[in-house]
Nanobody, 122 residues
Framework: QVQLVESGGGLVQAGGSMRLSCAAS????????MGWYRQAPGMQREWVTT???????QNADSVKGRFTASRDSAKNTAFLQMNSLKSEDTAVYYCYAVIRRTRDSGTYSDYWGQGTQVTVSS
């Protein structure tokens, strides 16, 4: 089994900062890209950011210059540093990871966390 567990969500005032963590555990041979999506009430889930195994990141236009993804590969953990938060950043944030479970499998699959609520008050 593979688990992704997010932490760090909560309530913050507009203009503030918050850091999310996503820890992968279980039967893991290797992890490829990791990243974050978010889903606001009544909206579709939208992509936020991706970080590759080499640390290269790509961000959605809506968060560029404010959100920064990072990872600690030794700990199978990804982070999302969110600065200058806006009310429109309010959403449930989901992390994902592309994981190869065994050496023999040869394939990677997507795994998702359970989500963590981020609420930005204006």
């Amino acid at each position: 089994q593979v688990q992704l567990v997010e932490s760090g969500g909560g309530l913050v005032q507009a203009g503030g900062s918050m850091r999310l963590s996503c820890a992968a555990s279980g039967s893991i041979f290797g992890i490829g890209a990791m990243g974050w999506y978010r889903q606001a009430p009544g909206m579709q889930r939208e992509w936020v950011t991706t970080i590759t195994t080499t640390g290269r990141t790509q961000n959605a236009d809506s968060v560029k210059g404010r959100f920064t993804a990072s990872r600690d590969s030794a700990k199978n953990t990804a982070f999302l540093q969110m600065n200058s938060l806006k009310s429109e950043d309010t959403a449930v944030y989901y992390c994902y990871a592309v994981i190869r479970r065994t050496r023999d499998s040869g394939t990677y699959s997507d795994y998702w966390g359970q989500g963590t609520q981020v609420t930005v008050s204006s």
